[in-house]
């Protein structure tokens, strides 16, 4: 029987991607910096703020650890006050959260997204929501993949037995998490990913729609 339910934040719970491209966009262009399309957008993202600088900058400048901690600051800057300009959460997700809330399954959210940022949109988008953790990228915390999120997030709720967790993601880094933390995996086909990721990175069960998780719930 499921107890907690982890999920990712962008791409799982939040279409992000817009403010996120446009952000980054917007500090690329100041800084005179070729931009990109959002497309490309789905692959910067997932694996913290530095990756994502790292994607975007110039090639010569990806290892530039000086350039790409300037050009961070400046994103997280602008960002953390234009994150909320076309972000949304995806159809029924809200839902679905209430629905899970309803049958005392405990939720939280781990993300690698700076703990601020991860913080703040879900204060905004799910106030609604019982949330019992809500934890994004620390300093001195290894990122997901590495299990330690997971680990935090059980620790803080006193969830010890893997086989009560449930962990849902949109990338291969999610699935990847889940299997490093010995929990089982849920990949989502409304984020930023494709089912041939999800699937290569472990997923061990598929949706396509919010409600799906419900009912998954139910039957495992």
């Known amino acids: 029987m499921i107890k907690l339910a982890i999920f990712d934040l962008d791409g ?9 491209a446009d952000s980054c966009n917007y500090i690329l ?4 910096f070729p931009v990109h399309t959002l497309d490309s957008y789905k692959y910067f993202v997932g694996t913290g703020v530095t ?3 790292e994607r975007a900058l110039p090639s010569e400048l990806k290892n530039n650890s000086g350039e790409v901690e300037r050009v961070k600051k400046e994103f997280i800057e602008y ?28 939720l939280a959210v781990a993300s690698n997204k700076f703990i601020e940022g991860t913080q703040s949109l879900v ?6 929501i019982n949330f019992s953790s809500v934890l994004g990228q620390r300093a001195h915390v290894p990122m997901k993949p590495n299990p330690q999120i997971v680990y935090d997030i059980m620790n803080e709720i006193g969830i010890n037995n893997k086989e009560e967790i449930l962990y849902i993601g949109d990338t291969g880094t999610d699935m990847q998490t889940a299997v490093n933390s010995g929990i089982k995996s849920v990949g989502v086909l ?10 290569e990175f472990g997923a061990e069960y598929i949706v396509s729609k919010p409600d799906e998780i ?3 719930i139910k039957n495992i």
């Not at 262009?29 to 005179?32: F, L, R, S, T, Y």
């Open 79 to 106: 960002y953390s006050t234009h994150s909320a300009s076309k972000t949304a959460p995806y159809n029924g997700v809200i839902e679905m959260l209430k629905t899970l809330n309803s049958m005392n399954i405990k």
């Open 12 to 20: 799982t719970l939040l279409n992000t991607l817009n403010d996120l």
């Open 51 to 53: 990756k994502l600088i």
């Open 214 to 216: 419900i009912k998954l």
């Open 190 to 199: 409304w984020g930023f990913r494709s089912e041939e990721e999800l699937k």
């Open 123 to 128: 204060k905004k988008y799910f106030y609604e």
């Open 29 to 32: 262009e100041k800084n005179h």
